[in-house]
Every structure is written in structure tokens, then in C-alpha cells.
């Protein structure tokens, strides 16, 4: 079984600049997750799909950061424009349903300077 | 809003040490809840999980966690730590979908592990 798959594995920006991650879930996985993991700390959730609806986005930065989940499938985070404070390991997670667990990529690290 | 502490942020260990790290969640409801590591490098993967029932759950690679309701707690064990079991460590929680959860995966802050030799 193919895992999460993310792109870009690393990106070093200016701030102000803008940026696109992009996550491909396991096939047939109905939830997908956005977490941002500032280093020395756990992962926070930005934004949560289910199938191409969002459920919760209560932590996402709306003033800059932006997602979507086009077709149920594919999902990519923006940010725009970056601050310095950006900087952090961005991961994306999926989940078949609520009775199993969550598989996640090898992240996005963000470096913005 | 669920929450999860963990209260060991770093953790030294030598070889063939036992551990325990500690782990409380703070929903009042029926809960599942799992440890994830992070080795150096590598993507989060799943170490073990609950549930329900037997509240001691086995997982991967000798690690052990057991479910207490009563103090709202899910910490992890291993008799016997090596040196590969470097890594950081994070707990988790969801609502369970007996409660009506919506599938918001929450973690702890994570504790970095590093058995030396």
C-alpha cells in the first residue's frame, strides 16, 4: 500500500513570499489532515478534510494560509504571504475512518527567512 | 476542546533501562487514543493504539501502554529500552465515534527519548 505522499520535501523562502505544499492521501481515505510542527513541539492542527469538505479549520491562519481538497482527493496548503514565524515541518495525514488510525507523509520543511 | 499533556519533554536513558512516559488526555468521554514516534528523519508511524477493551495494549517493538479512565491517562512502557529507540514520541487523542467524535486527531507536545549506549 503506497503511503502519504508531500511535496516539496524542503522550501526556503523570503518572507512575504508565497507557498504551495501539496499532499496526495492513501487511496480511498476519507479524512485528510494539515499539521504544523513548530520545532521542539508536537503537531497543531491547521485544517481537516473529510472527503473534500472541511470539518475544522478552527487553528488555520485564514489571513494567510489557504487549503483545499479538490475532488476528495489531492489536497495543497498555501501560505501567503510568509512570516518568519512560518518556519516549521508542515505534514499532511490521512485516515480511512474514525476506527482506525491516522498514516502521515514525511513533511514539507519550511524555511522562511 | 480535547487536550493532551505529556509531561516529560526529554528523557535520557541508558541501555536496558525500563521506561514510562507519561501521558493524560482531557476529554470526559469516550476516547481512542495512540502513541505515535518520530525516529530521526523519518515520518511519524504509529507505535499502538486503543480502542476498546483490554485496556493494556501491545504494540511495535516491545512498547507497551496501558489505558487508565479513572486518571485519564494512556503512558507508555518498555521493559527494556536500545539504543535504536532513540526518537521522539507523541500521544494522541480522538474523540470516539461512539460520542459522536469528529475525527480531530489531537497531540501532545512530544518527548524526545535518547538511550545511550
Known amino acids: 500500500e503506497a503511503g502519504v505522499a508531500q511535496s516539496p520535501r524542503y522550501k526556503i523562502i523570503e518572507k512575504r513570499q508565497s507557498v504551495a505544499f501539496w499532499c496526495n492521501p492513501i487511496?480511498?481515505?476519507?479524512?485528510l489532515y494539515w499539521y504544523q510542527q513548530i520545532l521542539g513541539q508536537g503537531p497543531k492542527l491547521l485544517i481537516q478534510?473529510?472527503?473534500?469538505?472541511?470539518?475544522?479549520d478552527s487553528q488555520l491562519p485564514k489571513d494567510r494560509f489557504s487549503a483545499e481538497r479538490l475532488k476528495g482527493v489531492d489536497s495543497t496548503l498555501k501560505i501567503q504571504p510568509a512570516k518568519l514565524e512560518d518556519s516549521a515541518v508542515y505534514l499532511c495525514?490521512?485516515?480511512?475512518?474514525?476506527?482506525?488510525?491516522?498514516?502521515f507523509g514525511q513533511g514539507t520543511r519550511l524555511t522562511v527567512v | 476542546a480535547q487536550s493532551v499533556s505529556q509531561h516529560n519533554h526529554h528523557v535520557i536513558l541508558s541501555e536496558a533501562a525500563s521506561l514510562e512516559l507519561g501521558c493524560n488526555y482531557s476529554?470526559?468521554?469516550?476516547?481512542?487514543l495512540f502513541w505515535y514516534v518520530q525516529y530521526p528523519g523519518q515520518h511519524l508511524q504509529l507505535l499502538l493504539k486503543?480502542?476498546?477493551?483490554?485496556?493494556l495494549v501491545k504494540g511495535i517493538k516491545g512498547f507497551e501502554a496501558e489505558f487508565i479512565k479513572s486518571k485519564f491517562s494512556f503512558n507508555l512502557r518498555k521493559p527494556s529500552v536500545q539504543w535504536s529507540d532513540t526518537a521522539e514520541y507523541f500521544c494522541?487523542?480522538?474523540?470516539?465515534?461512539?460520542?459522536?467524535?469528529?475525527?480531530?486527531?489531537?497531540f501532545g507536545t512530544g518527548t524526545q527519548l535518547k538511550v545511550e549506549l
Open positions: 495525514a490521512s485516515r480511512a475512518d474514525p476506527n482506525t488510525e491516522a498514516f
Open positions: 487511496s480511498g481515505h476519507a479524512t
Open positions: 478534510f473529510q472527503n473534500n469538505g472541511v470539518v475544522d
Open positions: 476529554y470526559g468521554g469516550t476516547v481512542n
Open positions: 486503543y480502542f476498546s477493551g483490554d485496556p
Open positions: 494522541a487523542v480522538t474523540r470516539s465515534i461512539l460520542t459522536g467524535g469528529g475525527n480531530k486527531l489531537t
